[in-house]
């Protein structure tokens, strides 16, 4: 067993997961910002330089799993790891945000396709040489592509 | 406090971090497995339509962290939280694999850049449309570009 705490808050416009966009893809003008506990803020030294930050968060409002899914974005069930639904054996969330100012322990942010008040665990610079590799495949999701705009969240993973 | 208990283990070559490659980019040819739990087996329906996935995992043998780091491809003290070191206030690691091939419980990968024997706490289908924004800046990290092939890691980070 690891325990991990948080090392600061996601605040954004969202209270319940119903209507929220899906993956920051969803949500691309919808801002928000990261609060940094104070103890931290040094570790967000160079970090404006950065278009894009990695957050990992703890999915706080879910319980429980099931092992087949049927995601927002399709109406067939997959397997869990192959999906993004929260409802996880260890519910850690990532998300690819837009860092559009860094004020001390604060970072105003863009595609926010979180829960107000998420505990965050981490934050990662994002670079494109880590983290997309070229030509990925996508299984399921290929036909489900350039729909997660029109999709919302609802309750089915509370 | 948020625990989470590990959902399979991450095999490679490396049993110390001296010489390890830098992310996945440095490691392209680097073979690998993840053992998931027998027990998660149905998770993994589906996956094998996506030739890239999401590792997260703990880094099992670092211990505290520094808030002003100088990572393996720069010579410059940096924030923490914009650089990838291991050592964090919640040592979770993040991999972009390729997965070439599902038996069973097993994923065998490609990419390999974790040590052997780290604790799996997730897996996420990989897909460019959610974790790959558009001309990303990167900071710091624009001069190393491309280096990170040239370097290994090495023991500062224990």
Chains 1, 2 share one sequence.
């Not at 954004?12 to 928000?32: C, H, L, V, W, Y």
């Not at 030294?45 to 092992?67: A, N, Q």
């Not at 409802?87 to 004020?103: D, F, M």
Request: proline residues 9%; charged residues 25%; aromatic residues 8%.
């Amino acid at each position: 067993m690891f325990s991990y705490e948080p090392i600061g808050i996601i605040h954004s416009p969202f209270n319940t997961p119903e209507g929220m966009p899906i993956q920051p893809a969803g949500a691309k003008d919808i801002r928000g910002s990261v609060e940094v506990d104070d103890k931290y803020e040094d570790g967000l030294g160079d970090i404006e330089g950065f278009s894009h930050i990695i957050l990992v968060y703890h999915f706080h409002l879910v319980t429980g799993f099931d092992l087949k899914v049927t995601p927002f974005i399709d109406d067939q069930p997959h397997g869990l790891f192959s999906t993004r639904a929260p409802r996880r054996p260890n519910p850690i969330g990532l998300s690819v945000v837009r860092l559009v100012l860094r004020e001390g322990n604060t970072l105003q942010i863009e595609g926010v396709d979180v829960l107000d008040g998420t505990p965050l665990l981490d934050i990662k610079p994002f670079s494109p040489e880590f983290d997309c590799p070229e030509s990925a495949r996508t299984g399921w999701m290929e036909k489900a592509k350039g729909k997660v705009q029109e999709k919302k969240a609802d309750d089915r993973f509370k």
